[in-house]
């Protein structure tokens, strides 16, 4: 019914978690949205089409980016894919001059 989504490493040789302060406002976002029951959000969705994105992934970006004032989807994907870029740079940019030392 859903597109499959981990939060577990990707298949890169990277952990997103250790870049994550402890304290950081997206674990609280993170915590608070995974303790919401699947049956909330399977109980609005008549299904049918292709497979989704997790409504809980998709809670979890719109809930920060409010808290964050943006509230346009056109800004919440700018800032999304604009930070997935910021950190893939500075983790290549990292890895890169580890394997040349």
Same mark, same amino acid.
């Not at 978690?17 to 608070?32: G, Q, S």
């Not at 008549?46 to 979890?60: A, E, V």
């Not at 994907?77 to 893939?88: D, E, F």
């Given at each position: 019914? %859903?597109?499959? %989504?981990?939060?577990?490493?990707?298949? &890169?040789?990277?952990?997103?978690?250790?870049? $994550? *302060?402890?304290?950081? /406002?997206?674990?609280?976002?993170?915590?608070?949205?995974?303790? /919401?029951?699947?049956?909330?959000?399977?109980?609005? %969705?008549?299904?049918?089409? =292709?497979?989704?994105?997790? *409504?809980?992934? &998709?809670?979890?970006?719109? $809930? %920060?980016?409010?808290?964050?004032? $943006?509230? !346009? !989807?056109?800004?919440?994907?700018?800032?999304?894919?604009?930070?997935?870029? /910021?950190?893939? !740079?500075?983790?290549?940019?990292?890895? $890169?001059?580890?394997?040349? =030392?």
């Amino acid at each position: 019914m %859903y597109i499959q %989504y981990t939060m577990d490493p990707l298949c &890169l040789p990277m952990d997103l978690e250790e870049d $994550i *302060p402890p304290n950081h /406002l997206v674990r609280v976002v993170n915590a608070a949205v995974n303790r /919401l029951d699947d049956a909330i959000f399977d109980a609005a %969705y008549p299904g049918g089409g =292709r497979d989704s994105y997790h *409504p809980k992934m &998709l809670t979890k970006v719109i $809930i %920060y980016a409010y808290t964050q004032r $943006i509230y !346009s !989807s056109r800004q919440i994907r700018v800032q999304n894919w604009g930070q997935m870029l /910021l950190q893939l !740079s500075v983790f290549f940019r990292e890895r $890169i001059g580890q394997c040349l =030392r």
